[in-house]
């Protein structure tokens, strides 16, 4: 993958997606593994907590949270109904 | 104002590999060349909702400005922070059903929204014809300006009629005219775009389709082993 937005995550997003991609590649399209993505969790949950902290520092944490509730309102009316499928 | 834009598409490639090509897509520069724009790529969610079987995915992207620098050029300095090459965040959710077939994603600047919003949507599905060689995938862009609102709001609140009187920026040019423009403009951009990113897809699709996933892991590590020692 390419690089994180935050270097210092770098190394723990390499190990995660490399896990993700072998789970989803091997498994999940194999219909293997269709109820959980466990094997991953803990490397995920190490660069989330990198990523978190990025995320934060750069202001984007607060970008994504008004865009949450952007989405609500462009939603409700240029969009209609999201499709349920 | 609001301008809609679809496109249709087959890959001649089966429905699986179009999902993990979706998620290689941004990978890196060796294997889409038409990526080079993109900076950076972050998973902040992935799960599987256990009642349904689908993977639930929440990406951040960071690309060089998608922005045509024309629009920016367009815009008040207020608006823009004075620069015309700006890289803006890209939120991506996908939903995949492998039982059902079928995968469903969007993206969306999270800057510069006050300016412009684009919002993606795709489809992947298997054909209906069942012809599981093949994939299809229907791609919705919508662009709204809310340029003309954000003002509107501004007026409102700090009460700057003096401004309009003399005929400020958006009077001049009128905000129906600049939002159209702007709408126009990057809906002419994202065209081109798409026909790149499609050419992206197709590129990794070939990859997987000789070396398969272990081999793109594989070109990827020495890629990143490369890219660290130079």
Redesign the interface.
């Known amino acids: 993958?390419?690089?994180?937005?935050?270097p210092e995550?770098n190394e723990l997003?390499?190990r995660?997606?490399?896990c993700?991609?072998?789970w989803?590649?091997?498994k999940?399209?194999r219909?293997i593994s269709?109820?959980?993505?466990n094997e991953c969790a803990t490397m995920?949950k190490e660069?989330?907590v990198c990523?978190k902290r990025a995320?934060k520092e750069r202001g984007?944490d607060k970008?994504?949270d008004?865009?949450r509730e952007?989405?609500k309102e462009?939603d409700a009316t240029?969009?209609g109904k999201k499709?349920c499928? | 104002m609001?301008l809609t834009h679809t496109t249709n598409h087959t890959y001649a490639h089966p429905f699986?590999t179009v999902?993990?090509a979706f998620?290689?897509r941004?990978?890196?520069p060796q294997l889409n060349p038409f990526?080079s724009h993109?900076?950076?790529?972050?998973?902040?969610d992935?799960?599987?909702d256990?009642s349904t079987?689908r993977?639930h995915t929440t990406r951040?992207h960071?690309k060089k400005s998608r922005m045509p620098p024309a629009v920016m050029k367009l815009l008040p300095t207020t608006l823009t922070g004075g620069t015309t090459s700006q890289a803006s965040?890209i939120?991506e959710t996908s939903v995949?059903?492998?039982?059902?077939g079928?995968m469903?994603t969007e993206s969306?600047n999270?800057?510069f929204?006050g300016v412009l919003?684009v919002?993606e949507r795709q489809?992947y599905s298997i054909p209906k014809t069942k012809t599981l060689d093949n994939t299809e995938v229907e791609t919705k862009v919508?662009f709204?300006s809310r340029l003309g609102e954000r003002l509107r709001d501004k007026l409102s609140h700090q009460n700057l009629s003096a401004t309009a009187q003399e005929g400020g920026f958006f009077a001049r040019l009128g905000a129906r005219g600049i939002q159209r423009s702007i709408e126009t403009l990057a809906s002419t951009k994202t065209q081109d775009q798409l026909g790149k990113s499609r050419e992206g897809m197709k590129m990794i699709l070939e990859r997987l389709r000789q070396t398969g996933?272990i081999g793109?892991?594989e070109l990827?590590?020495a890629a990143?082993e490369r890219s660290m020692s130079a």
């Open positions: 993958m390419s690089q994180s937005l935050a995550c997003k390499e995660y997606d490399t993700f991609l072998k989803y590649s091997e999940y399209l219909g269709t109820s959980d993505n995920f660069y989330n990523l995320l984007i970008l994504l008004e865009a952007d989405f462009n240029l969009l499709k499928k | 609001v699986p999902t993990l998620f290689l941004y990978c890196s990526a993109v900076l950076s790529t972050d998973t902040i992935s799960h599987i256990p079987g993977l951040i960071l965040y939120l995949v059903d492998m039982r059902e079928w469903s969306r999270l800057n929204v919003s919002v489809m919508v709204k996933i793109v892991l990827r590590r990143r």
